[in-house]
């Protein structure tokens, strides 16, 4: 196999699909696989926002609600890299957590990724090649209280793309997580006052205190930093990395 002599324009010809795509991680995502050549469809319930990336970058916006799942069930998409991102956060004591919120927690981060992967698969398994990424996080492999839904799904994903690497493998198709730690986003902006709140300390404090304190290195995740090893990921270079677990979290999982 020839490999690319640089990332510049290495996934030339593929198109991508990024959810949750409107911001964040997400928008971040879309821009590297953008400037490495991919035609990249934004996904993201706020259609407005995800149709401004999408501009940016010259790629397609698609509004769509992954709590619908029911929806999801028949979709067929013919996209060759799938980045399953979309996300939200909870924080609250187990015997206070809702059970709809817990639910709902599990629908958008592993019921979602996995009808999106089934909907890509036929055609990535059609062309012998594909690259599904899941977003998933430091809580895939570690626990942290007051996030039972949270650290649930995310070991969930962990098993769904483990078992879409032994079944994609054959057909060229890869798998993997990529593991942050906290990463500079409005959804850790918005836990840092539940998280103030369930700890009973000034949200000033939080960071330092909670969002930090398993970090060998003191400082946030950027946006990019994980889409840089996304837009690794999604390139011929890692063809022979499959079912893996990438941490950037400072050396929180080396404790």
Not at 60 to 83: C, K, N, S, Y
């Amino acid at each position: 196999m020839t490999f690319p002599a640089s990332a510049s324009g290495d996934l030339a010809g593929r198109t991508a699909l990024v959810t949750g795509g409107a911001s964040g991680i997400g928008a971040a995502c879309a821009r590297e696989l953008a400037a490495r050549g991919a035609r990249v469809t934004v996904a993201d319930i706020d259609g407005a926002a995800a149709k401004q990336v999408a501009t940016e970058i010259d790629g397609r916006a698609w509004e769509v609600d992954l709590l619908a799942v029911g929806e999801l069930e028949e979709l067929r998409l013919e996209t060759d890299i799938l980045i399953n991102n979309a996300g939200v956060q909870n924080v609250s004591p187990l015997v206070d957590f809702s059970p709809a919120q817990f639910r709902k927690l599990l629908a958008l981060m592993v019921e979602a990724p996995f009808l999106l992967i089934r909907a890509a698969l036929p055609h990535m398994y059609e062309q012998g090649h594909g690259r599904i990424i899941n977003i998933s996080s430091v809580h895939g492999l570690r626990a942290s209280a007051f996030k039972s839904a949270y650290v649930t799904a995310k070991h969930a994903l962990e098993g769904l793309s483990k078992v879409t690497a032994l079944e994609g493998g054959p057909y060229g198709v890869t798998s993997n997580c990529v593991n942050p730690a906290y990463v500079r986003t409005p959804l850790v902006d918005k836990q840092i006052a539940d998280q103030a709140r369930t700890h009973g300390i000034p949200e000033t404090e939080v960071v330092e205190q909670i969002m930090l304190t398993e970090s060998a290195i003191k400082r946030l995740v950027e946006p990019e930093e994980v889409a840089s090893l996304v837009g690794w990921l999604a390139s011929d270079m890692a063809g022979m990395v499959t079912g893996a677990s990438y941490t950037m979290d400072g050396g929180w999982t080396a404790r």
